[in-house]
């Protein structure tokens, strides 16, 4: 299973950007997808997960009303629209798959290698 993440680059604060990552090696409608990242110097941490069909979706509170997470089932891709991006916002942006359809009760099971964001003032 490969997963290709694009999109990251340099944006201004309060501007947008939107990542897209593209899933091959495995029916990709029949499992739930999400994207983590990591800033330089902090942990990992989750930033939006979607389940199979698109109809759920999960946030990070700090993330909820300015990233929003789809998905295209016959393009193979999730994508994350992120608006209103603040300088903390900066940090590798890696998609992930988990191990079933839906979110809940299941654990990401392939990561990709990320996207840099960096968010300037």
Avoid: H
């Avoid at 983590?36 to 509170?61: C, H, L, M």
């Avoid at 940090?91 to 654990?107: I, Q």
């Amino acid at each position: 299973v490969q997963l290709q993440a694009s999109g990251g680059g340099l944006v201004q604060a309060g501007g947008s950007l939107r990542l897209s990552c593209v899933v091959s090696g495995r029916a990709f409608d029949r499992y739930a997808m999400g994207w983590f990242r990591q800033a330089p110097g902090k942990e990992r941490e989750f930033v939006a997960s979607i389940n199979w069909s698109g109809g759920t979706t999960y946030y990070a509170d700090s993330m909820k009303g300015r990233f929003t997470i789809s998905r295209d089932n016959a393009k193979n891709t999730v994508y994350l629209q992120m608006n209103s991006l603040k300088r903390e916002d900066t940090a590798v942006y890696l998609c992930v798959t988990y191990d079933g359809l839906a979110v809940v009760g299941r654990e990401v099971d392939y990561w990709g290698q990320g996207t840099l964001v960096t968010v300037s003032s």
